[in-house]
């Protein structure tokens, strides 16, 4: 069935579909090292993979999708946000649930 969605294709890391304001633009050989070749993944799975992976690791093998899908971080993160409403962001600077933290 065809839903209005923005993007055609799902995001590639989590598979979940793209919307206009979730959407964001990742350059598979970081524009550090010139890379040209971009991918569209929402914002919360494009900020995951800079926080899994250095621009330098994303050069010298991280430059695939599929490479990206083989990290242990990178799966259980797509476990994770599966189950999540795909305009959700993590706006962990803003966050309300300080009282319901709790660690032993
Ligand atoms: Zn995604
Ligand atoms: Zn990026």
């Known amino acids: 069935m065809d839903n209005d969605l923005i993007e055609e294709k799902p995001c590639p890391i989590c598979d979940r579909p793209l919307t206009d304001k979730s959407a964001s633009e990742h350059h598979l050989i970081p524009k550090t090292f010139k890379g040209k070749e971009t991918v569209t993944l929402h914002n919360i799975c ?19 999708i599929d490479r990206l899908l083989e990290n242990e971080d990178v799966r259980k993160f797509v476990k994770w946000v599966a189950k999540k409403d795909p305009d959700y962001y993590d706006s962990s600077k803003d966050t309300k649930q300080r009282k319901s933290k709790r660690r032993k």
Do not use: A, D, I
């Open 46 to 64: 494009h900020r995951k993979l800079h926080t899994v992976f250095t621009e330098r690791e994303m050069l010298n093998y991280y430059h695939t």
